[in-house]
T-cell receptor, first 114, second 114 residues
Framework: DAKTTQPNSMESNEEEPVHLPCNHS???????IHWYRQLPSQGPEYVIH???SNVNNRMASLAIAEDRKSSTLILHRATLRDAAVYYC???????????????FGKGTKLSVIP | DTAVSQTPKYLVTQMGNDKSIKCEQN?????MYWYKQDSKKFLKIMFS???????INETVPNRFSPKSPDKAHLNLHINSLELGDSAVYFC?????????????FGSGTRLTVV
């Protein structure tokens, strides 16, 4: 799976929008962009994923650049509960049996200021 | 009803002991995983099973032995525990065509070897 680059940390004020960037310049046409987050003392949690079009769900929005070399996870109103490490991960749609796993990088640690 | 459940949540044991961690998923997923998160918070894949068959065995000491009695269960047995085995171990599951949907993680087992 192709590599992603994220800032180590970001801060946001409570109730303001947060834009978490991810660069993936070597993305292939069949790589899906997945976002997970890990709240303190919990397991990673699925947030959202997409291929080419922007995606929305109850947790967040995913904005994908037209050339797909970058994407942004958008939290519309940050709450204290959103303080977590956010991981941007690429998964190829045709991964073989030896590549089913998610490969985690260091992610972005989001701090939310009350 | 917990989707991926691990037991125990905490495990404190002495060096040299043998211990097991259990994982069960009720999502009907085909693939299950064990991840290790060390003190630096880096999540690393250890094992992956698809339909009860081992498909990934990363560079893990052979003191670690996974066992999958059926698709819904993946247990981790650790022999001759060492101080360096102290970490949080996460179980996860997914459908084999994982790009269609997210992975689901358990809440983790914090293993402390003293």
């Amino acid at each position: 799976d192709a590599k992603t680059t994220q800032p180590n940390s970001m801060e946001s004020n409570e109730e303001e929008p947060v834009h978490l960037p991810c660069n993936h310049s070597t993305i292939s046409g069949t790589d899906y962009i997945h976002w997970y987050r890990q709240l303190p003392s919990q397991g990673p949690e699925y947030v959202i994923h997409g291929l080419t079009s922007n995606v929305n769900n109850r947790m967040a929005s995913l904005a994908i650049a037209e050339d797909r070399k970058s994407s942004t996870l958008i939290l519309h109103r940050a709450t204290l509960r959103d303080a977590a490490v956010y991981y941007c991960i690429l998964k190829n749609a045709y991964s073989g049996a030896g590549s089913y796993q998610l490969t985690f990088g260091k992610g972005t640690k989001l701090s939310v200021i009350p | 009803d917990t989707a991926v459940s691990q037991t125990p949540k905490y495990l404190v044991t002495q060096m040299g002991n043998d211990k097991s961690i259990k994982c069960e998923q009720n999502l009907g997923h085909d693939t299950m995983y064990w991840y290790k998160q060390d003190s630096k918070k880096f999540l690393k894949i250890m094992f992956s099973y698809n339909n009860k068959e081992l498909i990934i065995n990363e560079t893990v000491p052979n003191r670690f032995s996974p066992k999958s009695p059926d698709k819904a269960h993946l247990n981790l047995h650790i022999n001759s525990l060492e101080l360096g085995d102290s970490a949080v171990y996460f179980c996860a599951s997914s459908q084999d065509r994982q790009w269609r949907s997210g992975y689901t993680f358990g809440s983790g087992t914090r293993l402390t070897v003293v």
